[in-house]
């Protein structure tokens, strides 16, 4: 009954919307819009679930600020069902409607794709161009080998992940052990950290270097075992699902004296895996929390963060994203135009604050963002608890956007205009 | 000494954790040749059931009444929609049970989220019970230790024991004889199937806050308890226990021992270099392959034995 009343309505207002649209021609300026592809199914739905909540947010806040020339922002998203075939027909689908961004966050293998067939058609449709929005493809080599005039980064990458890493670890800590996924991401993870041990502290000993198949193994104990035997320290992971998950779980449990350095414990499902167990003993390094602000006093983005809580009841771990839009944002008003060569020419080398009052820098020679980024530990008594555990992210580190600049070997090649 | 004693115990645990999940599984199995894919997701729903069952009543309630819900789901599923399908043969069944698991792990998610749920050890049992050499063994494994094999006992003392254990195995090897003879096969195979499920939701009980409580624990658990069902061979029970075992230990001495193929010839006075035809084979540690063992396994014993370790007809 419920659904049959929201058809109906929705056919309602489908009238109304026509028929205003046929009285006044061009009064409402059409909307820019912005593809964004993500599993919206199966096994990783929660991801791009979450993220199209966080970005609407965003974008809601964002329009409310004006748009961009008057127009305000739309999102389209698309399930890509995690493959790269999909994300590719959500491209094709993007173009034909002339839309001058897509955005992707989840997996470099599905960003490469991207990157690869959004070099052909731009280079095949001078007219009709699109920008790629990636919003949390960390593979190194995007920026680098890979490289792409059309290809805009907002997130660290993973050689810089692991330096942020490799930097919070104490002078105390001596003895490390490492943990990957045993597929790209992992083994680029194991050797970026392993890289970055080497060159900024020589006197750590990696004292075990291990790789795990992909979300296969149920029980984390024997690794525990192992790593309690190796005398280790501290374990530094880049895992992430249940592979992380269970791997701290199955460590805070047999109570070993560990400190656990990873990059995906604040998302999804993490804090729950975790409990109150991993009270001071859990880092990640993240690109947003939601303690920062309060910490820093910085009123406005509490107040703007807590009204996401408000509304929505879930953690507001990607609010940085507002920094995508507003980049977007700036660099339309500054092309003047919603065409992508003139957008992408604006904001290569783009500089503006984000909304907490860090630097960020969109570098011209690779196309990475340069921003603040924070080392989180997990612990009680925090303003904004995670996932009602009723623990948080603290911030224990706050780099900033020069000490996380690395050279790149990216050779850009620009369109004539 | 250490590691050694604390894989081992690790090991035992793990098994353990299997065999509740394989041995509901294995008594539908061999009973009614379905190859139930929904098994997994009557431990999942198990896991939530009771996560939610927690919140109101308590964990111990939750261990009582969690399991005979599931039992309740399993006989409904049995009465109103396996034994319609039975009817078209064993591949209407299989993918019957294979579009319930999708079913039931979409309803999963829409009824409680997408991720996690906070489920988690009652404060009771949230102890470690023993110290060994530094690593602490938490009470709760212990418990989940003698809750599967308090379930092992009474299965075999049920299935061998008793008369309603009789007419099971009858109606398991002759079910037209044990038919003829009055017995009423189709409610058995209801029994079955309900107290397979109810297993299976037990062992969601107590794994679920042992693991993690979400929507994709039933997809991660599924393959492995086929291989343990397989493995054991159909309709043993003790064929079941076995392989439960063998994998939990498998899998968790295989871990610990940083060895690769290229160190066993090295044995034999071949030393493997990187410039070795098919090197990079040779040299992947143990570890890095812990988790397929048990299905290199079982595609030995499907060539090697396909009735299984002790089972009594050919698969």
């Given at each position: 009954?419920?659904?049959v009343?929201?058809i109906?309505?929705?056919a309602?207002a489908?009238?109304?919307?026509l028929?205003?649209?046929a009285m006044?021609?061009?009064?409402?300026?059409?909307?820019?819009?912005?593809?964004?592809?993500?599993?919206?199914?199966?096994?990783f739905?929660?991801?791009?679930?979450?993220?199209?909540k966080?970005?609407?947010?965003?974008?809601?806040?964002?329009?409310?600020?004006?748009?961009?020339?008057?127009?305000k922002?739309?999102?389209?998203p698309?399930?890509n069902?995690?493959?790269?075939?999909?994300?590719?027909?959500?491209?094709?689908?993007?173009?034909d409607?002339?839309?001058?961004?897509?955005?992707?966050?989840?997996?470099s293998?599905i960003?490469?794709?991207?990157?690869?067939?959004?070099?052909?058609h731009?280079?095949?449709?001078?007219?009709?161009?699109?920008?790629?929005?990636?919003?949390g493809?960390?593979a190194?080599?995007?920026t680098n080998?890979?490289?792409?005039?059309?290809?805009?980064?907002?997130d660290?990458?993973?050689?810089q992940?692991?330096?942020?890493?490799?930097r919070a670890?104490p002078?105390?800590t001596t003895?490390?052990?490492?943990?990957?996924?045993?597929?790209?991401f992992?083994?680029?993870?194991?050797r970026?950290?392993g890289?970055f041990?080497?060159?900024?502290?020589?006197d750590?000993?990696i004292?075990g270097d291990?790789?795990?198949?992909?979300?296969k193994?149920?029980?984390?104990?024997p690794?525990?075992?192992?790593?309690?035997?190796?005398?280790?320290?501290?374990?530094?992971?880049?895992n992430?699902?249940?592979d992380?998950?269970?791997?701290?779980?199955?460590?805070?449990?047999?109570?070993?004296?560990?400190n656990?350095?990873?990059?995906?414990?604040h998302?999804?499902?993490?804090?729950?895996?975790?409990?109150p167990?991993?009270?001071?003993?859990?880092?990640?390094v993240?690109?947003?929390?939601?303690?920062?602000?309060?910490?820093?006093?910085?009123?406005?983005?509490?107040a703007?963060?807590?009204?996401?809580?408000?509304?929505h009841?879930f953690?507001?771990?990607?609010?940085?994203?507002?920094?995508?839009?507003?980049?977007?944002?700036?660099?339309?008003?500054?092309?003047?135009?919603?065409d992508?060569?003139?957008?992408?020419?604006a904001m290569?080398?783009?500089?503006?604050?984000?909304?907490?009052?860090y630097?960020?820098?969109?570098r011209?020679?690779?196309?990475?963002?340069?921003?603040a980024?924070?080392?989180?530990?997990f612990?009680?008594?925090?303003?904004?608890?995670?996932?009602?555990?009723g623990l948080?992210?603290?911030?224990?580190?706050?780099?900033?956007?020069?000490d996380?600049?690395?050279?790149?070997?990216?050779?850009?090649r620009?369109?004539r205009i | 000494?250490?590691v050694?004693?604390?894989?081992?115990?690790?090991?035992l645990?793990?098994g353990?954790l299997?065999?509740?999940?394989?041995?509901?599984?294995?008594l539908?199995?061999?009973m009614?040749g379905?190859?139930?894919?929904?098994?997994?997701?009557?431990?999942?729903?198990g896991?939530?059931?009771?996560?939610?069952?927690?919140?109101?009543?308590?964990?111990w309630?939750?261990?009582?009444?969690?399991?005979?819900?599931?039992?309740?789901?399993?006989?409904?599923?049995e009465?109103?929609?396996?034994?319609?399908?039975?009817k078209?043969g064993?591949?209407?069944?299989?993918l019957?049970?294979?579009?319930?698991?999708?079913?039931?792990?979409?309803?999963?998610?829409?009824?409680?989220?997408?991720?996690?749920?906070p489920?988690?050890i009652?404060?009771g049992?949230d102890?470690?019970?023993f110290?060994?050499?530094?690593?602490q063994f938490?009470?709760?494994?212990?418990?989940?230790?003698?809750?599967?094999a308090?379930?092992f006992l009474?299965?075999?003392?049920?299935?061998?024991?008793t008369?309603?254990?009789?007419?099971?195995?009858?109606?398991?090897?002759?079910?037209?004889m044990?038919?003829?003879?009055g017995?009423n096969?189709p409610?058995?195979?209801?029994?079955?199937?309900?107290?397979?499920?109810a297993?299976?939701?037990l062992?969601g009980?107590?794994?679920?806050?042992?693991?993690?409580?979400?929507?994709?624990?039933?997809?991660s658990?599924?393959?492995?308890?086929?291989?343990v069902?397989?493995?054991?061979?159909l309709?043993?029970?003790?064929?079941c226990?076995?392989a439960s075992i063998?994998m939990g230990l498998?899998?968790?001495?295989a871990?610990?021992?940083?060895?690769?193929?290229?160190?066993?010839?090295?044995?034999?006075?071949?030393?493997v270099?990187?410039a070795?035809?098919?090197?990079?084979?040779?040299m992947?540690?143990?570890?890095?392959?812990?988790?397929?063992?048990?299905?290199?396994?079982?595609?030995l014993?499907?060539?090697?034995?396909?009735r299984?370790?002790?089972?009594t007809?050919?698969?």
């Amino acid at each position: 009954m419920r659904f049959v009343r929201t058809i109906l309505s929705a056919a309602a207002a489908g009238l109304v919307a026509l028929a205003a649209g046929a009285m006044q021609p061009a009064m409402a300026q059409p909307t820019i819009k912005i593809a964004y592809t993500d599993p919206l199914s199966g096994p990783f739905a929660q991801v791009g679930d979450a993220n199209l909540k966080q970005m609407q947010y965003i974008i809601d806040h964002i329009n409310s600020k004006g748009g961009a020339l008057g127009r305000k922002f739309e999102l389209v998203p698309f399930d890509n069902k995690s493959q790269p075939s999909d994300a590719l027909i959500a491209l094709k689908t993007a173009t034909d409607q002339n839309m001058p961004f897509i955005m992707q966050c989840s997996g470099s293998n599905i960003a490469a794709a991207l990157i690869d067939g959004i070099n052909k058609h731009n280079d095949r449709n001078p007219d009709n161009r699109i920008i790629y929005l990636n919003c949390g493809a960390v593979a190194t080599e995007l920026t680098n080998d890979q490289c792409s005039f059309w290809h805009f980064r907002f997130d660290l990458n993973v050689a810089q992940k692991a330096e942020v890493m490799v930097r919070a670890l104490p002078k105390t800590t001596t003895k490390v052990y490492l943990i990957n996924q045993d597929y790209l991401f992992g083994q680029s993870v194991q050797r970026d950290v392993g890289a970055f041990i080497k060159k900024l502290r020589p006197d750590i000993q990696i004292v075990g270097d291990e790789l795990i198949p992909l979300g296969k193994i149920q029980d984390f104990s024997p690794y525990i075992t192992k790593i309690k035997a190796s005398g280790a320290q501290a374990l530094l992971t880049g895992n992430w699902g249940p592979d992380m998950n269970l791997l701290i779980k199955a460590g805070i449990e047999s109570g070993i004296d560990l400190n656990y350095y990873t990059f995906y414990a604040h998302l999804a499902g993490g804090p729950t895996a975790i409990g109150p167990g991993g009270e001071n003993r859990v880092y990640a390094v993240m690109s947003f929390g939601e303690n920062i602000a309060p910490e820093i006093g910085n009123k406005e983005a509490e107040a703007w963060t807590a009204g996401f809580r408000a509304k929505h009841n879930f953690d507001f771990s990607a609010a940085v994203f507002r920094t995508i839009f507003e980049h977007v944002q700036a660099a339309i008003n500054k092309a003047g135009s919603v065409d992508a060569t003139k957008i992408a020419f604006a904001m290569e080398g783009q500089a503006m604050k984000d909304f907490l009052g860090y630097d960020t820098l969109m570098r011209k020679d690779d196309h990475q963002i340069m921003t603040a980024y924070y080392v989180g530990v997990f612990k009680k008594g925090v303003k904004y608890d995670a996932e009602k555990t009723g623990l948080g992210w603290s911030t224990a580190a706050t780099i900033k956007m020069d000490d996380v600049q690395q050279p790149t070997s990216c050779k850009m090649r620009r369109p004539r205009i | 000494m250490e590691v050694f004693v604390v894989s081992l115990l690790n090991g035992l645990v793990y098994g353990m954790l299997l065999f509740m999940l394989a041995s509901g599984l294995t008594l539908i199995f061999s009973m009614m040749g379905v190859l139930n894919f929904a098994h997994a997701s009557a431990y999942m729903v198990g896991a939530y059931f009771a996560y939610t069952l927690s919140l109101y009543v308590g964990f111990w309630v939750a261990l009582i009444v969690a399991p005979i819900l599931c039992g309740l789901l399993g006989a409904a599923i049995e009465m109103w929609g396996l034994r319609r399908v039975h009817k078209n043969g064993h591949i209407a069944e299989l993918l019957f049970t294979f579009g319930l698991a999708l079913i039931i792990e979409k309803a999963v998610q829409m009824t409680w989220g997408l991720i996690a749920v906070p489920y988690r050890i009652p404060s009771g049992l949230d102890f470690p019970l023993f110290d060994l050499w530094g690593t602490q063994f938490p009470a709760y494994r212990a418990f989940m230790l003698l809750i599967s094999a308090l379930m092992f006992l009474s299965i075999w003392l049920g299935l061998t024991r008793t008369r309603i254990g009789l007419v099971i195995q009858a109606a398991l090897t002759h079910p037209d004889m044990a038919g003829a003879l009055g017995h009423n096969v189709p409610r058995v195979f209801t029994m079955v199937f309900a107290a397979g499920t109810a297993l299976a939701g037990l062992a969601g009980v107590i794994g679920g806050n042992y693991r993690v409580t979400e929507p994709g624990m039933a997809f991660s658990m599924g393959p492995i308890v086929f291989v343990v069902v397989v493995f054991g061979g159909l309709g043993s029970l003790t064929g079941c226990f076995i392989a439960s075992i063998l994998m939990g230990l498998i899998q968790t001495f295989a871990v610990v021992l940083d060895y690769s193929l290229a160190d066993l010839l090295e044995v034999f006075g071949f030393v493997v270099t990187k410039a070795t035809p098919g090197s990079e084979f040779l040299m992947v540690t143990l570890p890095r392959i812990a988790a397929l063992l048990p299905f290199i396994l079982l595609v030995l014993i499907l060539v090697l034995r396909p009735r299984g370790l002790l089972g009594t007809r050919d698969t």
